[in-house]
């Protein structure tokens, strides 16, 4: 497998990345979309049609509009204010992720800017797998009237 970085000149042509880059966005994708990264293992080797990865995909996608239907729209806001406050410090302070400062803002953004963005791909993730469950034992039961005898 080759990822490529897509590349906006169109005189060049997409360059592959290094090894442990592909393995760093591999694995960036299992950790961040265990449902969706585990389908398609399973559309790859032909057990699941691309159909329902695609739904999946669309379905983990109505999970975050579930999150800002549920949410607090000022308090979705601040926390997005917060979180650049929390990028501009730490990129400001040479990287130290023990400056103080960072500390008081992952309190009052309720976690670290990673573990927000995680926390939102968890719950995305939970309403593609809700779309599954109801999708594949769908299936099965299609699938066994289909083979049902008599
Ligand atoms: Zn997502």
């Given at each position: 497998m080759v990822f490529y970085l897509i590349s906006f000149s169109i005189r060049r042509k997409p360059r592959p990345l290094s090894i442990p880059t592909q393995w760093a966005k591999l694995l960036t994708e299992v950790v961040n979309y265990p449902v969706l990264s585990s389908l398609s293992g399973l559309v790859e080797s032909g057990v699941v049609g691309k159909h329902t990865l695609a739904a999946a995909k669309i379905a983990h996608e109505f999970g975050h509009v579930n999150q800002m239907i549920d949410s607090d729209g000022a308090h979705y806001k601040h926390q997005l204010q917060l979180v650049q406050v929390y990028i501009t410090t730490l990129l400001s302070n040479?990287?130290?992720?023990?400056?103080p400062r960072l500390n008081e803002l992952t309190r009052e953004i309720g976690g670290t800017p990673l573990e927000l963005r995680e926390d939102r791909e968890y719950l995305a993730e939970a309403n593609a797998m809700l779309y599954l469950r109801d999708r594949l034992s769908d299936s099965a039961r299609l699938d066994r009237r289909f083979f049902r005898k008599g």
């Amino acid at each position: 497998m080759v990822f490529y970085l897509i590349s906006f000149s169109i005189r060049r042509k997409p360059r592959p990345l290094s090894i442990p880059t592909q393995w760093a966005k591999l694995l960036t994708e299992v950790v961040n979309y265990p449902v969706l990264s585990s389908l398609s293992g399973l559309v790859e080797s032909g057990v699941v049609g691309k159909h329902t990865l695609a739904a999946a995909k669309i379905a983990h996608e109505f999970g975050h509009v579930n999150q800002m239907i549920d949410s607090d729209g000022a308090h979705y806001k601040h926390q997005l204010q917060l979180v650049q406050v929390y990028i501009t410090t730490l990129l400001s302070n040479g990287h130290n992720a023990r400056d103080p400062r960072l500390n008081e803002l992952t309190r009052e953004i309720g976690g670290t800017p990673l573990e927000l963005r995680e926390d939102r791909e968890y719950l995305a993730e939970a309403n593609a797998m809700l779309y599954l469950r109801d999708r594949l034992s769908d299936s099965a039961r299609l699938d066994r009237r289909f083979f049902r005898k008599g």
